[in-house]
């Protein structure tokens, strides 16, 4: 896909956990997504900076 588009395969990634972020956000969508799969951004962090 990212050769297709003509950007790298992490803009790639970026794009789709923004999406996915937006429709989780949606309030159509919100109360149907469990808070697990949900993260905060402070998680997000502490999950990179363990890696």
Avoid: C, H, W
Wanted: proline residues 4%.
């Amino acid at each position: 896909m990212a050769e297709s588009l003509g950007i790298s395969r992490q803009q790639v990634d970026t794009q789709y956990n923004r999406g996915r972020a937006k429709v989780r956000a949606a309030p159509e969508v919100s109360p149907f997504i469990r808070a697990a799969y949900v993260q905060s951004a402070g998680r997000r962090r502490l999950a990179k900076d363990g890696e």
